[in-house]
């Protein structure tokens, strides 16, 4: 066989192959419909979106996956198979801390595929607020970077809020200095949102230390900003705003940290049933004494129940009072966990759970 007809032969099989790919992908969208009709059917307030079993599905595809293709790929592609079948159960809104081309934006993606309708808002208020009154069935919001620390208006806002935490997403975090001029020399104002101002400021401090650095509400809006301006000015961005802005690249990766990681939460009002490794938020108030946050943690302890995060916050309610935000391992629904925060409900002057959800996979 020569060159010619080897290709063809293959390229033949790639086709057989193509073909019932499709048609399984078609029956399983098939599949989903009809649990999109049983969950019709069981009530009122159907949850058509179960982070829960997606993280099992990938978590599945994952650990059996054997090459050529990455696992990482792989789970990737049944992202976007179970974005699309899920749309041909009923389409998603999302609404996320925009504007278009954000990170979280991009997190929204990593999280919901392809197929769901994201609407971008002006601030994180705003996101809760669209997911609050039912113009969207799931926020995107940043929570925490593992340089900068907590986003505190994420935090605050659950005070007030009654929403849930319905998943998280991380993302590795890489900046760019986008800009219309061609050197640095050149550059004497940077726009940028106050976070990406700290996760550079080494950088910003050797290649720029006479630049203004000007904060903004966002990233996008700093390469929008520096767009529309003559000249002089550079913005920190991601590299896909360059595109968006019809910006040129002036430097890579100029975050300090090699391991920069954002961490986003996905709210909704969902009570998610347990994956098998979940998380659990916690938003809860010492009693106002001696040792108190001690004796609040200790039923963890004894348990075994590994805290991830703790975080205090004012309550906004007395001047000298906090709220502590709390993340542990594990489901509400295991027993151990059940158990220990009984005991720490005993202990606390205010006490909510925020939402278990399935740690990230992707
Ligand atoms: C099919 C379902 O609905 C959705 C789609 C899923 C999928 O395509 O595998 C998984 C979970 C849900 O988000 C389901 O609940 O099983």
Known sequence: MNEKE?????RQKIDDIDLKIQQLLNDRAAMAQEVARIKMDSGEQADFYRPEREAMVLRTVMERNQGPLASAEVARLFREIMSACLAAEKPLQVAYLGPEGSFTQAAA??????????????????????VETSHACYGVVPVENSTEGMVSHTLDRFISSPLKINGEVTLRIHHYLLSKEKNLEDISKVYAHPQAIAQC??????????AELVPLNSNSEA????????????????NRAADIYGLSILARNIEDEVDNTTRFLVIGTQNVGPSGVDKTALLVATKNKPGALQTLLKPLADNSISMTRIESRPSRKGIWEYVFFIDIEGHIHEPAVASALSLLENESSMFRILGSYPKAVL
């Open 6 to 10: 080897a290709l063809a032969n293959i």
């Open 223 to 238: 390469a929008k900003r520096v767009a529309a301006e003559p000249q002089n000015s550079a913005a920190i961005a991601a």
């Open 201 to 210: 400021r080494q950088w910003l401090m050797e290649q720029l230390p006479q």
């Open 109 to 130: 993606q990593k999280q919901f595929g392809g197929s769901v309708e994201l609407h971008p808002m002006t601030t994180i208020a705003d996101v809760f607020h669209a």
